[in-house]
């Protein structure tokens, strides 16, 4: 499912399941795997960024280029993930959080710059 007002960009590969919601942007190249929840509000997920599956990205949240989000994660709103980063396996990052480092090990991280807190 796509919502209408979302705009994806060429190039770009989504899986089965998906959930597109409204106002949001998958700029060229990302790659979606399946029965992912893209949240509406203007999640933007930026070029070259590959989603594994079973994700939530939640509303706002920004996933600048090149970022990688393996399966069964949740990206809290308003999350910023800065370029070039890797989030592994069974990672919940909360609420308006900026990851600035990337994420090697499951568990719950939050804050600006993001830490683990479980």
Not at 2 to 29: C, D, M, P, R
Not at 65 to 70: A, F, L, Q, T, Y
Not at 84 to 113: E, F, W
Request: glycine content about 12%; hydrophobic content about 35%.
């Amino acid at each position: 499912m796509v919502h209408s007002t979302s705009i994806i960009e060429k190039w770009t590969s989504l899986g089965q399941s998906n959930q597109i919601f409204a106002n949001t942007y998958l700029n060229s190249s990302v790659k979606i795997g399946n029965n992912n929840i893209i949240n509406t509000g203007g999640a933007t997920i930026e070029h070259e960024t590959c989603i594994g599956s079973h994700n939530h990205i939640s509303v706002k949240s920004v996933l600048c280029g090149r970022v990688c989000v393996g399966n069964n994660c949740f990206i809290g709103a308003g999350t910023i993930v800065i370029n070039n980063l890797n989030i592994c396996d069974n990672v919940t990052v909360g609420a308006g959080s900026v990851v600035t480092r990337n994420i090697d090990s499951p568990g719950t991280y939050a804050g600006n710059p993001a830490i683990k807190i479980k």
